[in-house]
Every structure is written in structure tokens, then in C-alpha cells.
T-cell receptor
Framework: GQQVMQIPQYQHVQEGEDFTTYCNSSTTLSNIQWYKQRPGGHPVFLIQLVKSGEVKKQKRLTFQFGEAKKNSSLHITATQTTDVGTYFCAATPLSGSRLTFGEGTQLTVNP | DADVTQTPRNRITKTGKRIMLECSQTKGHDRMYWYRQDPGLGLQLIYYSFDVKDINKGEISDGYSVSRQAQAKFSLSLESAIPNQTALYFC?????????????FGPGTRLTVL
């Protein structure tokens, strides 16, 4: 089945530092979604990317979809303690309809 | 989202017991999903249903069964629970309108099998 690899698994930063998580697939994707799960909470949808090379921004968060539609990244500028949580990518292959989640990147932010 | 509810929220049971986890939604979505979350393993799809008469196995369906009683209800059963089924279980829904749509998750059920 399709595999979606996400790195790093854990990231510890000082408040104010930047953070990036990467998502990679061996197959071409139709779209990629990003979710955030706060500690003790449930995953919440952040954004969806569909077009090759697409870049979307939400305040301090920047999401990119690779030109080949096989990878994506989420970058947070100047992290805050409210950014703490696990960030998941989720991808749909070009040839299918089922969403597959990456393993997630757990972000901790030291104040 | 309060629109997707799961019961119970926590459950402790013993090996060999039959367990049912329930999910209800008021979003009017056709598509419903059951996921299992283990630390460091992300979300693994157990079963999914695109409408009331449609049931599909996910990545890790062995040891689980589901029932789609109505558009709004999707239950997950563990016929004979075992300790390695201890995990956090999430139900999710999506509208199915168009090819790409977000999933809305319930609050989760924490299951412990002793």
C-alpha cells in the first residue's frame, strides 16, 4: 500500500525558533492535507494542497506542495507555546481515493 | 468537533471480552472512518464506509468489525479483545462531495485491554 513518510518524528525548539516538518511519498499524489493534534486532543484539519508547487500561508504557517507532487512541508515561523502538538500530513494517491496519514511530527516548544 | 461524538470516552476491559465503540455525527456526512492511534505510528485506518450500504477494510482490519446502522452512526466492535488492541480510537467523517475533502474527527475513545 501507499506509504507516507514524515520527518522528523520529534522536534524540540525554543520559543521563537522556526520549525519545519517534511512529508514524502514514493508515488505521485492527488492532494495532501495537514492536520494538527494538540496534546490530549483529536486531529484538526489545517489545510489542503492540490496543485504542483502550491504554497499556502496561514499566519505564521507556510505549507508547500512539491513540483513533482510527491512531497510537502509545513514551516512555522517564530514558534509559540500554542504551536505545541503533533502535526500530521495525509495524502491521497493519484491512482486512488483513500487518505493515508504520515506518522506525525511531535513539536514541543520551550518557553 | 462536537458534531462527531464517540462513546465511551474511556474503557478498560479484559482479554477476551467483546467491546463496541460507537460513533455518531450530526454533520450529515456520507463518509465515516475508524482509526487507531498508537504512539509514534500515526493514524492507521481500520474500516471505512462511504454510505450506509458500503463497508471497506482499511490497513489493519483484523480483529475488528464494523456496522453502519444509519448515515449518522458507525460502530466498531472488537469481538474478543486482546492487550495489543490497547490504543486510542478515533472516528472521523467527511462529506464525500468532490474528490478532496477534509476529515472531521471525534474526541476519541481510549481503550485499555488488560
Amino acid at each position: 500500500g501507499q506509504q507516507v513518510m514524515q520527518i522528523p518524528q520529534y522536534q524540540h525548539v525554543q520559543e521563537g525558533e522556526d520549525f519545519t516538518t517534511y512529508c514524502n511519498s514514493s508515488t505521485t499524489l492527488s492532494n495532501i492535507q495537514w492536520y494538527k493534534q494538540r496534546p490530549g486532543g483529536h486531529p484538526v484539519f489545517l489545510i489542503q494542497l492540490v496543485k504542483s508547487g502550491e504554497v499556502k500561508k496561514q499566519k505564521r504557517l507556510t505549507f508547500q506542495f512539491g513540483e513533482a507532487k510527491k512531497n510537502s512541508s509545513l514551516h512555522i515561523t517564530a514558534t509559540q507555546t500554542t504551536d505545541v502538538g503533533t502535526y500530521f500530513c495525509a495524502a491521497t494517491p493519484l491512482s486512488g481515493s483513500r487518505l493515508t496519514f504520515g506518522e506525525g511530527t511531535q513539536l514541543t516548544v520551550n518557553p | 468537533d462536537a458534531d462527531v461524538t464517540q462513546t465511551p470516552r474511556n474503557r478498560i476491559t479484559k482479554t477476551g471480552k467483546r467491546i463496541m465503540l460507537e460513533c455518531s455525527q450530526t454533520k450529515g456526512h456520507d463518509r465515516m472512518y475508524w482509526y487507531r492511534q498508537d504512539p509514534g505510528l500515526g493514524l492507521q485506518l481500520i474500516y471505512y464506509s462511504f454510505d450506509v450500504k458500503d463497508i471497506n477494510k482499511g490497513e489493519i482490519s483484523d480483529g475488528y468489525s464494523v456496522s453502519r446502522q444509519a448515515q449518522a452512526k458507525f460502530s466498531l466492535s472488537l469481538e474478543s479483545a486482546i492487550p495489543n488492541q490497547t490504543a486510542l480510537y478515533f472516528c472521523a467523517t467527511s462529506s464525500g462531495q468532490g474528490r478532496y475533502n477534509e476529515q472531521f474527527f471525534g474526541p476519541g475513545t481510549r481503550l485499555t485491554v488488560l
